[in-house]
């Protein structure tokens, strides 16, 4: 009887190669090829991701005026949206091509620029300063504990984080069914790899999952507090 091994082997490594080039893939949209970063979105989307994006917004509970952190400001989109919704903010992003696009595009609208380059598991601002902090389509850094530990110092208590993680299409077409195909195949959908919601306990929130209905699509949030407000 053969051995079944080399065969084992071999998907283990096509899978491994897999999940390198999509990662790959991924790291070319956040960084040499960002510029394309709106116009991908608005496809894989079918031109929902700014309202998903948007979603965010009303979970803030901030008052008016207050200055809210945004973590990986990407484009600078949600930027635009925070202060037309009367908030100053501050923003921070990893990648520098995503910095360069989103100063330009928030100059061309007169929006005070407050963004720095930097990891979220390092945040530069001080303890209990924030009201809130938002974050939209984060990668997995964002349930990382080193960027909880930091988004709980830095919230004021009582302050409110809240993560848009997933808009999910639900109104049937070819190219919705062919849009979620895409999405399992390149990991975009599934359980997260870790217990979330363990996490956030253990870093110090409390809250829950909410689901906001948009019409043709559905989005995912965690909204969560820090505890001690």
Known sequence: MGSI????????????????????????????????YDAVAWAV??????????????????PPGATILELAHGTGNLEIDLHAAGYHTAALDLSRAMGCIARRKLRRRGIP????????????????????????????????PATLAEIHRVLQPGGRLVVVFNGVL??????????????????????????VEQRLTNAGFRGSVVTEELGRSRVLLFVVEKAGG
């Open 45 to 62: 989307s079918l031109g929902q991701w700014r309202a998903w994006q948007r979603c965010a917004l009303k979970h803030l509970d901030a």
């Open 5 to 36: 091994t080399p065969d084992i082997s071999n998907r283990g490594v096509i899978k491994r190669a897999w999940w390198n080039l999509v990662r790959f893939g991924f790291r070319l949209l956040y960084n040499e090829m960002a510029f394309t």
């Open 113 to 144: 620029l407050s963004l720095v380059r930097g990891q979220a598991q390092a945040l530069p601002f001080p303890s209990n300063c924030f009201p809130a902090a938002v974050s939209t389509f984060p990668t997995d850094f964002i349930i990382d």
């Open 170 to 195: 639900t109104h049937g077409s070819p190219a919705k069914n062919a849009l979620e195909f895409a999405y399992r195949v390149t990991g975009q959908r599934g359980p997260w790899p870790v217990d």
